[in-house]
């Protein structure tokens, strides 16, 4: 789905850049409010903690998206992870978490082309993360409360966005696209290759949210509230615990689960990522078979020492590959866990300026 240089027409990506501009902006006010826990029920040390898992799930989304599974014969998949991101921290953390991916992609590993980083951002970053969370929440209201409707909640969410994320690129080609394919062929070939696509990214976004669920719930924004009551055993059976005997926990440590998820994505990328499918995704597949390919531009970043997600110089295919992840693991949790450390900084100065502020008498002038 990382849409290459010369796909879309300049004036179409213009136009997508601006609009990533803006989704951006507006996901950087949100996500002052997510980081700082008051747009959650359980405002305060839990919007703390969110801040530098933040960056953590960004380095995860980029190691698990080097991850390619096959999908049909000769075509492959990998993780988006708007979905992932927007149920763990946020729609509007999980926006920039995606774009913080993309960017790191495309500057680094000349992978997405850097003219057409405003329609990868629309099309990977904000529909995904809008598809998803809007089916997600949707779900979760109407369902039990419980883990496991989170979870398939999570996978449903997961399992739209991608289709939905081909027809947002179907659109831009419509309005842009520079070669002459009838439009009929480009949205059934790619709605239909992204739509089992979808289900690796559903079972992927599932099984990951169902394991941080059943080790810290707290840590899953999209459970904000959920919570299993202390059960007391009464005449043989189980009932729930009066208030006055629930234990009042503390915040707890995240490092465990920080730990656990960096040295997770750091395997990932550096050795897993060795034995994924080498067939090419559904995006290059579908531009390949019906030529949308035809006017595809060199990468500006091709000469990059770290180009196709390998290491310069380095001829051996395993190590090359295993340090390239290592390095986008290492570079995208710094950069990521930086911008949001900064972006929960300035909310917090914001409601210290604003609770300090000296308030106006009513009676003076």
Same mark, same amino acid.
Request: some cysteine; overall charge positive.
């Given at each position: 789905?990382?849409?290459?240089?010369?796909?879309?027409? *300049?004036?179409?990506?213009?136009? *997508?850049?601006?609009?990533? @501009?803006?989704?951006?902006?507006?996901? =950087? %006010?949100?996500?002052?409010?997510?980081? !700082?826990?008051?747009?959650?029920?359980?405002?305060?040390?839990?919007?703390? %903690?969110?801040?530098?898992? #933040?960056?953590?799930? #960004?380095?995860? $989304?980029?190691?698990?998206?080097?991850?390619?599974?096959?999908?049909?014969?000769?075509?492959?998949?990998?993780?988006?992870?708007?979905?992932?991101?927007?149920?763990?921290?946020?729609?509007?953390?999980?926006? =920039?978490?995606?774009?913080?991916?993309?960017?790191?992609?495309?500057?680094?590993?000349?992978?997405?082309?850097?003219?057409?980083?405003?329609?990868?951002?629309?099309?990977?970053?904000?529909?995904?993360? &809008?598809?998803?969370?809007?089916?997600?929440?949707?779900?979760?209201?109407?369902?039990?409360?419980?883990?496991?409707?989170?979870?398939?909640?999570?996978?449903?969410?997961?399992?739209?966005?991608?289709?939905?994320?081909?027809?947002?690129?179907?659109?831009?080609?419509?309005?842009?696209?520079?070669?002459?394919?009838?439009?009929?062929?480009?949205?059934?070939?790619?709605?239909?290759?992204?739509?089992?696509?979808?289900?690796?990214?559903?079972?992927?976004?599932? @099984?990951?949210?169902?394991?941080? =669920? *059943?080790?810290?719930?707290? =840590?899953?924004?999209?459970?904000?509230?959920?919570?299993?009551?202390?059960?007391?055993?009464?005449?043989?059976?189980? &009932?729930?615990?009066?208030? @006055? !005997? %629930?234990?009042?926990?503390?915040?707890?440590?995240?490092?465990?689960?920080?730990?656990?998820?960096?040295?997770?994505?750091?395997?990932?990328?550096?050795?897993?990522?060795?034995? *994924?499918?080498?067939?090419?995704?559904?995006?290059?597949?579908?531009?390949?078979?019906?030529?949308?390919? %035809?006017?595809?531009?060199?990468?500006?970043?091709?000469?990059?020492?770290? !180009?196709?997600?390998?290491?310069?110089?380095?001829?051996?295919?395993?190590?090359?590959?295993?340090?390239?992840?290592?390095?986008?693991?290492?570079?995208?949790?710094?950069?990521?866990?930086? $911008?949001?450390?900064?972006?929960?900084?300035?909310?917090?100065?914001?409601?210290?300026?604003?609770?300090?502020?000296?308030?106006?008498?009513?009676?003076?002038?």
């Amino acid at each position: 789905m990382h849409v290459p240089d010369g796909f879309i027409d *300049a004036p179409v990506s213009v136009a *997508a850049g601006v609009a990533a @501009a803006g989704a951006v902006a507006i996901s =950087l %006010r949100g996500a002052r409010r997510e980081l !700082a826990g008051h747009s959650r029920a359980d405002a305060g040390s839990a919007g703390e %903690r969110a801040a530098p898992l #933040a960056g953590l799930v #960004a380095a995860f $989304i980029f190691a698990v998206q080097m991850l390619n599974f096959p999908v049909a014969a000769g075509t492959s998949g990998h993780l988006l992870g708007g979905a992932l991101a927007a149920i763990l921290v946020g729609p509007y953390t999980g926006v =920039l978490c995606v774009s913080v991916v993309l960017l790191m992609q495309g500057v680094l590993f000349a992978d997405g082309g850097l003219t057409a980083l405003g329609v990868n951002i629309m099309n990977m970053a904000v529909v995904t993360v &809008v598809v998803a969370y809007a089916v997600f929440r949707g779900l979760v209201k109407v369902l039990p409360k419980t883990r496991r409707s989170i979870t398939v909640a999570a996978f449903t969410g997961a399992l739209l966005s991608v289709p939905g994320a081909a027809v947002m690129f179907t659109l831009l080609y419509a309005l842009g696209g520079t070669t002459d394919v009838p439009l009929g062929k480009v949205f059934t070939a790619m709605v239909g290759v992204h739509v089992l696509i979808g289900i690796g990214e559903a079972v992927i976004t599932a @099984a990951t949210v169902g394991a941080v =669920l *059943a080790v810290r719930p707290d =840590l899953v924004y999209g459970a904000c509230g959920l919570s299993t009551p202390l059960k007391l055993r009464v005449g043989g059976e189980l &009932v729930d615990a009066p208030a @006055a !005997a %629930r234990p009042v926990a503390g915040p707890r440590s995240t490092k465990p689960v920080w730990i656990t998820g960096l040295v997770t994505a750091l395997v990932l990328a550096g050795f897993v990522s060795y034995y *994924a499918s080498a067939s090419p995704d559904g995006l290059e597949k579908v531009a390949a078979d019906k030529g949308i390919d %035809r006017k595809v531009g060199q990468h500006a970043a091709a000469d990059s020492p770290l !180009a196709d997600y390998s290491v310069k110089d380095v001829t051996d295919a395993r190590l090359s590959g295993g340090l390239a992840g290592v390095i986008g693991v290492g570079a995208t949790v710094v950069v990521g866990t930086g $911008i949001f450390w900064t972006v929960r900084r300035r909310r917090a100065e914001d409601l210290t300026a604003g609770s300090t502020a000296a308030p106006t008498d009513p009676a003076a002038g």
